[in-house]
Structures are given as C-alpha cells and as structure tokens.
C-alpha cells in the first residue's frame, strides 16, 4: 500500500487561505469517508484536526476545515496564523486488510 | 484527563531484544483500539498496527507484519510494541495513539525515541 500523495510544502501570508490535497485511490480515499488530518509541530506528537473528511473534534479552530471529492481530500486553513506553521498529515482508512495509509506530509509555512 | 503515558527513550545495539509501553488513563481502555505509528528522523507518519486491548484483536500493517509484534494488558491498561532483533533502521520515534473518533486517531502518546546504533 503506497502512501498517499501530498504536496511537499505549501505557504501563505497572515490571514490568507491556503489548501493542501490529499490523493489516494479508489481503494482508500475513494472508498471510504474517513480521512483524518493531523498537525505536527516540531518535536511535538501529532494533533487531530479534522476527522470523517470534514469533522473537526472539540477544540479545533474553525479555521480549518476539510472536503473530499473523488480520490483526492482536502484541508483548508483560513485567516492563516503563525501558529498554524507546522506539518500536516491525512490519513485514510483502507479497508479491512490494510487498514491504514499515512499522507507523505505537507510543510506548512507562514510568510 | 484522557491521556496515553509513553514509556522513556531507548539506546539499544542491533540484534538487541526491545519493548516499550503505551500506559492508557482516563477512559475505558479496553472499549478503544490502540494504534502504533512510526516516524522515522526527518520523515513521516507510518501505520504499523493496531490492537484492542479488550479481547488482544491485533492487526498489523503489510510493511510492518512480522518485524514487530503488539500486545496489551488489560490489567494495567497498557499496550506495546516489541523487537526481537533491533536493526539500526529501526531508530525512530514511535507514536502510540487511540483509534477514537470514527476511525481517527485523537489521542497521541508523547512519544518514544528508539535509537539502535552499535
């Protein structure tokens, strides 16, 4: 099962929106609705951000925010902050034989 | 507080034997599975496998069945992750997790740093 397919790094300025895609197949991403996305801060475990595609747990800003259309998912972050500098990672249920697949991860920097 | 207590860093030789824990607290351990994660240094997050403490239901990632082996005690509420023979590329952080909201992970030990070097 290969990982699935994100952008190395994507930048934006304060307050901007900026997106990160999320492309699996029709095995994982195309199957089920159960993409989550994490956030990792340097030297930090991961935080759950967004979990079913587009359900945010309690706590999360409603600035982020998630879609999913084919085998590609999605998470956008609005009113960009410097907080939210960090990497992100999706991550798809794949079925009952494999289970899960991790994203390659996004390097989000804030300009 | 709902939380996953990790045991310490780890400096083991290759060929050396290796177990580390994942303590639960918090909630109902044995009602949630348990997910292993492994990142690498500089890398990215990889599903190794998962476990539900309570009837020890394990099921592992392709990539990682038969280099590891998940366990739990229910008793005390712990899971781990064991080697029988550590390779230096197993040198890692390994994440702990619980499979809570709709098969997400929402809670995250802090982590275990495994080194492996001779």
Known sequence: ?111 | EVQLVQSGAEVKKPGESLKISCKGSGYSFTSYWIGWVRQMPGKGLEWMGIIYPGDSDTRYSPSFQGQVTISADKSISTAYLQWSSLKASDTAMYYCARLGLRFAFDIWGQGTMVTVSS
């Open chain 1, 1 to 111: 099962q290969s990982a699935l397919t994100q952008p190395a790094s994507v930048s934006g300025s304060p307050g901007q929106s900026i997106t990160i895609s999320c492309t699996g197949t029709s095995s994982d991403v195309g199957s089920y609705n159960l993409v989550s996305w994490y956030q990792q801060h340097p030297g930090k475990a991961p935080k759950l951000m967004i979990y079913e595609g587009s359900k945010r747990p309690s706590g999360v800003s409603n600035r982020f925010s998630g879609s999913k259309s084919g085998n590609t998912a999605s998470l956008t972050i609005s009113g960009l902050q410097a907080e939210d500098e960090a990497d992100y990672y999706c991550c798809s249920y794949a079925g009952s034989s494999t289970f899960y697949v991790f994203g390659t991860g996004t390097k989000v920097t804030v300009l």
